[in-house]
């Protein structure tokens, strides 16, 4: 049987070794080419495996000689842009690792080349793809503590990476904070208006630059969303999906990243004169998930081309996670409040 799709595989370091296996386990679904700057890291992939397909250091070449309809970008973050623009011009969907693209520019010129093709491009937004977070999700959704006011999230990890990170200039909000920011935007349905801003590196810090963020986002929602993290905590690590606290008008929702989400509410009957009111505990439900994290959200890529529709990490939605980390970087480096719409205006790149 001829596959439905016809993928391309761009980038073929550890982190492909995910998206090689999900396609390996869809019947619909063929590798037909792999593609990387160096090219015995294609041949190694293809060893590793046990893939039959031609390999190549350019993905033009890759997609035109293959015939591929469906590119996996999971290059480094500066090739993003390049991979897909080629990809989407050449009427390839795209399927890609965060970050969309590294500049505002580059953003928003794939989401105007995906509307302009008719093609998809989704980004990889592994932490919406868990059971617990959607839970969480559902407990503020539905209403069960009212209108919210405040969603705040920590994220304290002493993460003795080595390499680039701590080479970087910024590498938490860089590297990693844009899953708790997208978090943010999944739970509150909302996206941000504005952002104040200040990174730095405390003592004891084994990064160059700044390793440790404190944000305040304005929602369109009019929540406001806390994001306090460190990538140099030592001791009391939080999850890796970060710990959340939701405030609304009749009670909180909370979720460690570890155990499963609950609310606590106002309890019901006459609490009139009482100092510190009596609450009742509403747990989360949680969703039935056929994948998690990235074969979840691969999941739902593939089910959105079935059925001709945007997938929820779609590009043209992404960029407002990818702009909430763009513009916490200018206010951090202005030292001023900054507004979402002045960061996502059109450059010379977004020209129609």
């Not at 999971?74 to 390049?82: A, C, E, L």
């Not at 009749?250 to 009596?278: C, L, M, N, S």
């Amino acid at each position: 049987m001829t596959a439905k799709y016809k993928v391309v595989v761009a980038g073929c370091g550890g982190m492909a070794n995910t998206w090689v296996d999900y396609a390996a386990g869809r019947e619909d679904t063929e590798i037909v080419g792999l593609v990387d700057i160096k090219k015995e890291a294609a041949l190694a992939m293809a060893e590793r495996k046990s893939l039959n397909c031609p390999v190549f250091t350019d993905v033009k070449e890759a997609i035109q000689a293959t015939g591929a309809n469906l590119v996996f970008d999971v290059t480094i973050p500066s090739s993003h842009h390049g991979v897909s623009a080629t990809a989407l011009e050449l009427g390839c969907d795209v399927f890609a690792e965060k970050p969309l693209a590294e500049t505002m520019e580059d953003c928003l010129d794939i989401v105007r080349r995906s509307a302009l093709t008719g093609c998809t491009h989704a980004v990889m937004q592994n932490r919406r793809y868990d059971p617990r977070i959607r839970a969480f999700r559902k407990l503020i959704a539905e209403g069960t503590i009212g209108r919210t006011g405040f969603i705040g999230a920590d994220f304290f990890i002493g993460a003795h990476f080595g390499g680039f990170r701590e080479a970087m200039a910024s590498p938490l909000l860089l590297d990693m904070a844009i899953h708790t920011f997208d978090q943010a935007r999944l739970i509150t349905g909302a996206n941000p208006v504005s952002v104040y801003c200040h990174e730095f590196n405390p003592p004891g810090s084994w990064y160059e630059g700044n390793a440790m963020a404190i944000c305040i986002f304005e929602m369109s929602d009019g929540t406001v969303f806390n994001y306090r993290g460190s990538w140099c905590a030592e001791g009391m690590p939080t999850s890796w999906e970060a710990s959340w606290r939701v405030t609304g008008e009749k009670g909180t929702a909370v979720w460690d990243g570890h155990g499963e989400p609950y609310a606590e509410v106002v309890a019901e009957g006459d609490q009139d004169g009482k100092f510190i009111r009596e609450y009742t505990r509403v747990p989360g439900v949680l969703d039935s998930m056929r994948h998690t994290f990235h074969h979840g959200c691969l999941d739902e890529m593939f089910a959105a081309l079935e059925a001709g529709r945007k997938p929820e990490t779609d590009c043209s939605d992404n960029i407002y996670s990818m702009a909430m980390v763009l513009a916490a970087l200018e206010s951090a480096k202005t030292g001023s409040k900054v507004l979402i719409r002045e960061v996502m205006e059109a450059g010379p790149a977004v020209q129609a």
